[in-house]
């Protein structure tokens, strides 16, 4: 029996561990799995794990007001320590880039367990964009002992690196196993949710729809208030369209997009969204423009042009493949490209049909088929 303990701190990582949790539960004759969270993020994980019908075994409960990386990192690899030492796990997985990330393998190093790396490989060969996402990627490469990586660009990265070929596993990304469960649970007719009935009530079935997320620490500032600028100007050219943008709750975002954007008549101002509701956005929209990683992987597989602001990816798949277009925080670049998708029938449906380089949502039944063979 083989001892498992997933971490995972935000609502990214929340959303694409679900379904491994989903998978390793389904093998209890090979392994005991249980689920350590931090908390990095608190509403909006706890929103994913309602939705994925998850109950933690370990909730370190860690976010704190106005919360700032160094104290969040001791905060993490200290309160790991008890967690560790009493489970005791042959294997500990942690996902992506985060701090929760970053510290959770440096305190499952510490304990002795082997440390598994899922979406691993991404990288922008930039430190400081993603901030502080690039470093905590790469320490957390450093340290793992087997790397998840959902593609075969992810892969190279990571032997050109020097990590051994044979601890690496292609997977495809699991953010695609999540998709197809939780697109098909919230479009069931059996489906009841209150949030996602509200948003049927103010998005108009006349008008396209934009779907706008943004968070990115680097486009606080300057970049926010080229991105509304951008933002208002396509909503006045374009009166047939509507933008919904469920704003993050950083006060830097909120300032500046509430300052320029509130008083336009065709951009819809909301809350953040439950994973379930955002599924269902996306799903209705049709286009996005986003500064997110993980809609970059989620929105071809629903056929829904990215346009992604920022100057750099650790998915340079995407761009390749053409289903996202890196637009920065340009304003003219991203006014120019909105309504060429907007007005260029021709341009969109390519772009639209284009394949998916991120999987086929079989990803987890991979990492636990190479676990169970170790």
């Not at 109950?55 to 104290?71: A, E, R, S, V």
């Not at 790397?147 to 020097?162: D, G, K, R, V, Y």
Request: aromatic share 8%; glycine share 4%; charged share 20%.
């Amino acid at each position: 029996m083989k001892k498992n303990l997933i971490i995972f701190g935000t609502r990214p990582e929340a959303i694409k561990m679900a379904p491994l949790v989903k998978e390793f539960q389904r093998h209890t004759e090979n392994f005991e799995t249980k689920v350590c969270i931090t908390a990095q993020h608190r509403e909006m994980l706890d929103q994913v794990l309602d939705f994925f019908e998850i109950t933690p075994d370990f909730d370190l409960n860690l976010m704190k007001p106005n919360q700032n990386l160094y104290t969040l990192t001791a905060d993490i690899i200290t309160s790991l320590k008890p967690v560790l030492e009493s489970f005791m796990p042959d294997y500990v997985y942690i996902h992506g880039d985060t701090t929760t990330t970053m510290a959770a393998s440096i305190a499952a190093f510490y304990s002795g367990a082997k440390v598994c790396h899922v979406e691993a490989g991404l990288r922008t060969f930039n430190k400081r964009s993603p901030f502080p996402e690039e470093v905590n990627r790469n320490i957390a490469s450093s340290i793992s002992d087997y790397h998840f990586a959902p593609t075969s660009t992810s892969q190279q990265n990571l032997i050109n690196e020097n990590i051994k070929d044979s601890s690496i596993l292609v997977t495809g990304n699991t953010v695609i196993d999540a998709l197809k469960y939780s697109s098909n649970k919230v479009t069931s007719a059996t489906y009841t949710d209150d949030e996602i009935n509200k948003l049927k009530t103010i998005i108009s079935d006349s008008k396209k729809t934009i779907l706008v997320t943004g968070h990115r620490r680097e486009n606080h500032g300057q970049g926010f208030i080229n991105i509304c600028n951008a933002l208002k100007q396509i909503a006045i050219e374009n009166p047939d369209v509507e933008i919904v943008y469920p704003v993050h709750l950083n006060p830097k975002v909120q300032k500046p997009v509430f300052e320029l954007l509130s008083n336009v008549g065709n951009i819809k101002l909301i809350s953040p969204l439950s994973y379930p509701s955002f599924v269902w956005l996306m799903s209705r929209s049709y286009l996005i423009i986003t500064d997110s990683g993980g809609v970059q992987e989620e929105a071809p597989s629903l056929g829904k042009p990215v346009l992604v602001m920022r100057d750099t990816t650790e998915r340079p798949e995407a761009v390749e493949a053409g289903t996202v277009l890196l637009v920065g925080t340009d304003s003219q670049k991203i006014i120019k490209e909105t309504n060429k998708l907007l007005k260029d029938n021709e341009a969109y449906v390519k772009m639209s049909k284009l394949h998916n380089p991120y999987g086929d949502g079989l990803s987890c039944q991979r990492i636990v088929d190479f676990i169970s063979k170790l």
